[in-house]
C-alpha cells in the first residue's frame, strides 16, 4: 500500500474513465482515491432504502484509481463507494462522477443515457450566434417561472413547465417560454439546476424552496425539478427536452455552476471519498471558507481541475448547454478558468463563459491568481460581472437605503461612463472616479456583464422603492426604465434579471434564497398591470438587436465610435455612436442620460434627429423630430436618438 506524507504527493490519473462505463454487457467503476487502504462498491436495486444487492471489494489500479468490472447488464441499479482510510470506514457516497442518481442523490445511478434521449436529440442544434457582444442574458429560477397560478402552466415549477407553449395569464398574455420569446432576449441563464441538497425530494407534495446553491452531485440534473425524482432517467430525460425546447424557439441555455464549494464540507461526497484533496485549508489545517458557505474548492489541485473541466464538457456534450455563468469565480484560479475556456470553444468556440469576479472572503489563493475582475484581462474569453455600472445605477446592494445614479446620488457619473463603455479603456473616463474600480479592468466589451439586478439582494424595483420611500410608483418606474436603459443600451453583454421587465417585486426581502414561493414567483398578472413596461424593455431589446452601434466588438472601435458630451451636471450624460459605428444604418446615435429629479434643457448639435426613445415608448421609425438645439430632457429620463445626414 503506497503512503504519503501529503496529498501534494498524490498520483494524478490521466484517464477519462473515472466513475462508471456502461454498456448492456457489463459494466466498470472506476474512482480516484490515492490513500484509501480499501474501497467498497454497494450495488442497490433502488436510490434509497433497505434494498442492497451486493458488496464488492474494489481493486487497487493505477494512478491512485480503483477498479470492480461487473459481468451482465446492471442499467438503472444505484450504486456508492465507501473508502477505508487512517484504519476508518467513512461514510458510503455516491461517485463524484455520477451521471444520474436516486432520490435526493444519496446513491449514484448506472444509467444508458441513450435512452434518456428525447426524439430528434441528435438533431438539436444551438441557435445561430454570430458574437458574444449579440448575447442578451436573461437569468431565472426554473421554479420562479411558472410555479404562479397566473402563469397557466400545467407542469409547475418543473423543467418541462418551460417547454409548454401557448400559456397565458387570465387576461390573454403570454407567460413563459412564450414570454422571454416576446421579450427577444438570446440566452436564458438557469440558477442551480444540477442536483442540490436542501430540497427534500421525496415530500414534493410539501412548498419547499432553494436557489440551489448547495451542490450534492455535479453532473446530474436537480430531480425537484423533474416529474419524478425516484427514477434517476425522468430528470435527465426532462431537462434534455427543456434544453431542446429552448433551442427550437431560438434561445440559447447557460447553466449558472457552483464549483467554488459543496454543500456540506466534512460529510461532502469529495471529502468523504478522498479527505481533505479537494478543498484549500486554513492556516489550521481546517476549511478555509472563501464561498461564506463553510468552505471553498482547490481548483489549482490537478484532480480538482480535471474534474471542473470534465464536468463542464461533460453538460456540453451530453446536455447540449451553450455556456456557464461561475458562481464566485474568484475563488478558483486563472490557469483553471482559462482551461475550462479553451476545452469549451474547442468543442464549439460560440461557448459563452462568465462569472462572479470576486470571492465571499478571503482565501489562501494568492489574489494574483485568483480569477477576480481585477484580472479580467489575464481571462481569455471569460466574462465578469460589472458590480462598478450594477451600484452606480442605484446604489450599494449592501446598503439598503444608498442610492445611486436613476436616484439622484450624485458622485455616480464615471461608474455609469465606465459600464457605457464595457469596462474597457476610455480616455473619457475618469476612472478615478468609479466606485470599485479605479482603471479600466475589461480588455474587450464581450469580457463585462452590465447588470442592475439578478437573484442576489433585492430586485430593481424593491431597491428603489427602500431607497426613495417618499416617492411615487410612477416616479420609480421611470428611474427603473432609466437603470435598464441604461444596461440595454451600454456596450459589453447585457444581463437582464427575469421579471424585471414587469415590475418583479420580492415584497421587499432581500435574500430570497429559501423563502418561500409566494416572495419568489413571478406573478404573471404584473405583465397585464405593467404591459407598458414590457413593451418599452421589449422595444429596447429590439433596437439593440437591430442597431450594432450598441453592440461593438473591441476597446478600440468603442473608442473610436463613441464619444461623450461633456456636462458640468452630475446627474446627466450624454453620448454620440458615430460614424456608422460598427456598421449600423444610422450615420449618428445621441443617448441622452437624465438621473435628476428635474428636467434638464440642454445644447445639442443642430441636424434633424429622429427621436425613437423618450422614456415612455420605443419606436424605431421616429417618435418624432427634434432640429432645435435646445432640448428639454424630462426627469429620470432617456433619450435616443439618431440622425441620418
Known amino acids: 500500500m503506497p503512503t504519503y506524507s501529503s496529498i501534494e504527493e498524490y498520483p494524478v490519473y490521466d ?15 472506476r474512482l480516484w482515491s490515492p490513500a484509501a487502504s480499501a474501497v467498497q462498491l454497494h450495488i442497490y436495486s433502488a436510490g434509497d ?22 459481468e451482465g447488464n446492471h442499467k438503472n441499479e444505484y450504486y456508492t463507494f465507501q473508502v477505508k ?7 458510503e457516497k455516491p461517485d463524484p462522477y455520477a451521471k444520474a442518481a436516486g432520490v435526493n442523490g444519496h446513491r449514484a445511478m448506472v444509467i444508458d443515457l441513450k435512452v434518456t434521449d428525447p426524439e430528434g436529440w441528435a438533431e438539436d442544434q444551438r441557435p445561430l450566434l454570430s458574437s458574444y457582444n449579440d448575447i442578451i442574458l436573461y437569468e431565472l429560477q426554473v421554479r420562479d417561472l411558472t410555479i404562479h397560478k397566473s402563469a397557466g402552466v400545467e407542469n409547475k415549477g418543473k423543467f418541462i413547465g418551460l417547454t409548454e407553449s401557448g400559456t397565458t395569464n387570465p387576461a390573454g398574455l403570454s407567460t413563459g417560454l412564450d ?16 442536483d442540490h441538497r436542501s430540497i427534500d425530494e421525496s415530500r414534493l407534495n410539501e412548498p419547499q424552496y432553494n436557489w440551489g446553491y448547495d451542490p450534492l452531485n455535479y453532473n446530474v440534473p436537480e430531480g425537484s425539478f423533474s416529474t419524478d425524482p425516484f427514477d434517476g432517467n425522468v430528470r435527465i430525460r426532462e431537462f434534455k427536452e427543456m434544453v431542446k425546447t429552448l433551442h427550437e424557439n431560438g434561445l440559447r441555455v447557460i447553466l449558472d455552476v457552483v464549483y467554488n464549494h459543496t454543500g456540506q464540507s466534512e460529510d461532502s461526497n469529495f471529502n468523504q471519498l478522498v ?17 461564506a458557505c463553510g468552505n471553498e474548492t482547490a481548483s489549482e489541485r490537478a484532480m480538482m481541475r480535471k474534474f471542473m473541466v470534465e464536468s463542464v464538457k461533460y453538460w456540453v456534450e451530453e446536455y447540449h448547454l451553450d455556456g456557464f455563468r461561475f458562481d464566485l469565480m474568484g475563488i478558483h484560479d486563472i490557469e483553471t478558468m482559462n482551461l475550462i475556456s479553451a476545452e469549451l470553444r474547442a468543442i464549439d468556440p460560440t461557448i459563452f463563459i ?15 491568481d485568483q480569477a477576480l475582475k481585477a484580472n479580467t484581462s489575464q481571462l481569455v474569453e471569460v466574462a465578469a460581472f460589472s458590480d462598478d455600472i450594477r451600484d452606480g445605477l442605484k446604489g450599494s446592494v449592501f446598503e439598503h437605503e444608498d442610492r445611486g445614479f436613476v436616484s439622484q446620488k450624485p458622485g455616480m457619473k464615471e461608474s455609469i461612463k465606465s459600464g457605457i463603455v464595457a469596462s474597457t479603456k476610455h480616455s473619457q473616463v475618469d476612472y478615478s472616479k468609479v466606485n470599485y474600480s479605479k482603471s479600466p479592468w475589461s480588455p474587450k466589451p464581450s469580457q463585462t456583464i452590465n447588470y442592475v439586478s439578478c437573484h442576489d439582494n433585492h430586485t430593481l424595483f424593491d431597491k428603489l422603492r427602500i431607497s ?4 411615487s410608483e410612477e416616479e420609480l418606474i421611470k428611474m427603473h426604465k432609466l437603470a435598464e436603459t441604461i444596461v440595454l443600451t451600454s456596450q459589453g453583454v447585457p444581463f437582464v434579471h427575469a421579471g ?7 415584497d421587499g426581502v432581500e435574500n430570497s434564497f429559501e423563502s418561500p414561493d409566494e416572495i419568489n414567483w413571478i406573478d404573471w398578472n404584473r405583465k397585464t398591470q405593467y404591459k407598458p413596461l414590457f413593451d418599452y424593455y421589449q422595444g429596447l431589446i429590439t433596437l439593440r438587436k437591430n442597431h450594432p452601434a450598441f453592440r461593438m466588438p473591441t476597446a478600440e472601435m468603442i473608442q473610436k465610435h463613441l464619444e461623450f458630451i461633456e456636462t458640468k451636471d452630475e446627474n446627466l450624460i450624454l453620448y454620440q455612436l458615430k460614424d456608422h459605428a460598427n456598421g449600423d444604418s444610422w450615420k449618428e446615435i445621441m443617448v441622452i442620460l437624465n438621473g435628476n429629479a428635474l428636467n434638464k434643457t440642454i445644447s445639442i448639435p443642430k441636424a434633424n434627429w429622429q427621436l425613437v426613445c423618450d422614456g415612455m415608448r420605443i419606436k424605431e421609425d421616429g417618435i418624432r423630430s427634434i432640429s432645435s438645439p435646445v432640448l428639454t430632457i424630462p426627469a429620470n429620463t432617456a433619450f435616443i436618438m439618431y440622425k441620418n445626414q
Open 15 to 29: 484517464g477519462a474513465d473515472l466513475g462508471v462505463q456502461y454498456t448492456q454487457g457489463q459494466t466498470d467503476f
Open 275 to 291: 479527505p481533505t484533496y479537494y478543498y484549500r485549508q486554513n492556516a489550521d489545517g481546517g476549511f478555509s471558507d472563501a464561498s
Open 179 to 194: 414570454h422571454i420569446k416576446e421579450l427577444g432576449v438570446t440566452h436564458v441563464h438557469l440558477l442551480p439546476s444540477f
Open 85 to 91: 482510510q487512517d484504519g476508518e470506514w467513512r461514510q
Open 49 to 70: 432504502g433497505d434494498n442492497l444487492i451486493k458488496t464488492y471489494t474494489m481493486s487497487r489500479d493505477k494512478q491512485g484509481t480503483w477498479i470492480q468490472q461487473l
Open 354 to 368: 462568465y462569472g462572479e469576479g470576486w470571492t465571499a472572503g478571503p482565501s489562501p489563493l494568492p489574489v494574483e
Open 500 to 506: 424585471m421587465e414587469i415590475l418583479r417585486t420580492k
Open 468 to 471: 426613495m420611500p417618499d416617492t
